[in-house]
């Protein structure tokens, strides 16, 4: 997959595939061109270059809306939850693409809509429940502290059914009992029948939870292996830090497993 911006190149060449149930971190410096890589997949940008494949199938340059609809969701780096309606609602809201109604059912409210609605309320307190939300489901979202907003951004990525879920950073701003959590949270979902794929620059997160990586620099590939091989490259320590002197002692520092 390439991508370019008035000649700059943000994605450079990089190929990856991931399978149900794989967990594969997407990591590298900032710029290194991983947001831009999830936007290409999700259908926010066009590659110039490349394809991108779901179960086969080019969904290169669709629209947003028509990706998703085939089963690819994600979270962003900075959250996007409609603040002022309820947790329930948010998460109700990302299931749009599977509600069985249509315009007419929700104007005359029909036992087709009400009977959908109730499945859709189902669904989100059930996925509500699965990543451990413990405020009020019926409290704007906005209210919530930061770190549950989180846990409902998740909910509602996942209440859409996803074959392929994107996590982008979703350990910032966390603190260290919500980053274990986080972890707990994730290891769960790669239980799941679902590819899912994060950007995450909390290494000790990436080490312990992903079962491959991939090290992008500049927009290019410089790697892609189990996290043993990945915190041992000499390429992708010469990004990180800039030079491979005293490598263990930096990777101790920088890919820590604590």
Request: glycine share 10%.
């Amino acid at each position: 997959m390439h991508l370019e911006f008035g000649g700059v190149k943000a994605v450079d060449g990089l190929t990856f595939a991931v399978n149900e149930g794989d967990i594969l971190s997407v990591i590298g410096p900032n710029g290194a061109g991983k947001t831009s890589a999830f936007n290409c997949i999700t259908g926010f940008y066009k590659p110039t270059g490349g394809s991108v494949k779901l179960q086969g199938d080019d969904i290169t340059g669709l629209r947003p809306s028509a990706i998703a609809s085939r089963g690819v969701s994600r979270t962003f780096q900075n959250l996007r939850l409609f603040g002022e309606l309820t947790v329930l609602d948010n998460v109700r809201a990302g299931m749009h693409v599977r509600l069985r109604q249509n315009a007419l059912d929700a104007l005359l409210h029909t036992p087709r809509f009400r009977r959908s609605e109730r499945e859709a309320t189902d669904e989100a307190n059930r996925w509500l429940d699965f990543v451990g939300l413990r405020g009020d489901r019926d409290a704007a979202a906005r209210n919530l502290p930061y770190g549950e907003q989180r846990r409902v951004e998740i909910a509602r990525a996942l209440a859409r059914g996803p074959k392929l879920l994107l996590l982008d950073e979703p350990a910032a701003g966390l603190n260290h009992g919500e980053k274990v959590e986080l972890l707990d949270l994730l290891h769960r979902i790669g239980e799941l029948d679902v590819a899912l794929v994060l950007i995450e620059h909390d290494m000790g997160l990436v080490m312990q939870v992903s079962r491959r990586i991939v090290v992008l620099n500049f927009g290019r590939e410089i790697a892609d292996g189990t996290p043993e091989e990945v915190r041992r490259d000499p390429a992708v320590l010469e990004a990180y830090l800039g030079k491979e002197d005293d490598a263990d002692d930096a990777t101790t520092k920088e890919m820590s497993h604590e």
